[in-house]
């Protein structure tokens, strides 16, 4: 049997924070969660179910350090998406920093898959430099890496355009990306909790599925029983809202993700790692229905 935890869970109100949170609740381990707003929905949520939720600077020092004190494990997450890569890089040291101060017994970051490539993307090249601080320091580590979310077409830029029946990417239709479910995510990191010390000093790149966009498309349409069509958009226009999201998509199709995702699944067969198929089917697509059949709800 498993030795319970007790866990600090960084960014518990985020996708991956909140879906390890459920996991290691049902799991029977200890939470404490920080949170920079405690009094959003999620975590409202998640206090009802038992969890300790405290509001927390990732830059303050003595703050990280004294939740950590109180925990034998940390999950950090970090973002360039409200301050700029800079600032993750700060927020990732200083979360790591924290953690061999208050020596605690394992601390895992989540990066993303192929940052120690020199891809040149600004979020990717961010997530590795705090890898190699946390590298550089006395702390039992180990670093997961998955690859794009499935979770993204959730996201308002593309439910907008999947609301018109259009799966918009800045690719080619017929350039494969690898994908990876949030919960495969969460299961991944719960099992690097639990074997604990086999898992120091590892990295490890994960994804669940590898695909086109029109092979998205395809499956939308069944899923959702709407014809979906795609539409590569040029990485350009994406430049107009984020140059580091550009130079990703510009990155993704020339180069892109290399994770062996079957020898993954061989090797990790409990976490039974979704398709993009598998995914799709567990999510609500009525918004998209509803939009796609305005004039009829008119009539």
């Known amino acids: 049997m498993e030795k319970k935890r007790k866990v600090l869970l960084c960014g518990v109100t985020g996708q991956q924070g909140g879906a390890l949170a459920k996991i290691l609740l049902r799991e029977g381990h200890e939470i404490i969660g920080l949170s920079r707003n405690p009094k959003a929905q999620k975590a409202k949520e998640l206090i009802a179910k038992g969890m300790e939720i405290r509001q927390c600077n990732y830059l303050d020092a003595e703050d990280l350090t004294q939740a950590m004190r109180e925990v034998d494990t940390v999950f950090a997450v970090t973002t360039p998406f409200e301050k700029g890569s800079d600032n993750e890089v700060d ?39 705090v890898e190699k601080h946390i590298d550089s320091l006395d702390i039992p580590y180990t670093i997961v890496a998955p690859v794009f979310f499935m979770e993204n077409l959730l996201s308002p830029y ?41 898992e120091f000093g ?54 892109g993700y290399t994770t062996d995702i079957p020898a993954l699944k061989r090797r ?29 709800h008119l009539v």
Not at 104 to 126: E, K
Not at 269 to 292: G, S
């Open 91 to 129: 927020q990732g040291k200083a979360l790591a920093n924290a953690a061999q101060k208050a020596e605690v017994g394992h601390f895992i970051y989540t990066s993303v898959a192929s940052a120690d490539l020199s891809t040149n993307i600004p979020h990717f090249d961010s997530k590795y430099e």
């Open 202 to 255: 590892k990295r490890y790149d994960i994804a669940g599925d590898e695909l086109t966009g029109e092979n998205c498309a395809e499956i939308l349409s069944r899923v959702t029983g709407e014809t979906i069509t795609y539409e590569g958009i040029d990485p350009e226009y994406v430049k107009e809202e984020s140059v580091d999201l550009a130079i990703m998509f510009k990155w993704f199709d020339q180069i």
């Open 158 to 198: 593309m439910m907008d355009s999947l609301k018109e029946g259009k799966l918009k990417i800045a690719m080619p239709g017929d350039r494969k990306l690898q994908q990876i479910a949030v919960e495969d995510i969460a299961k991944f990191s719960a099992r690097i909790i639990n074997r604990r010390e086999s």
């Open 268 to 296: 990790y067969p409990e976490i039974a790692f979704q398709t993009f198929e598998t995914w799709a089917k567990k999510q609500d697509w009525t918004v998209i229905k509803d939009a796609l059949h305005v004039d009829e």
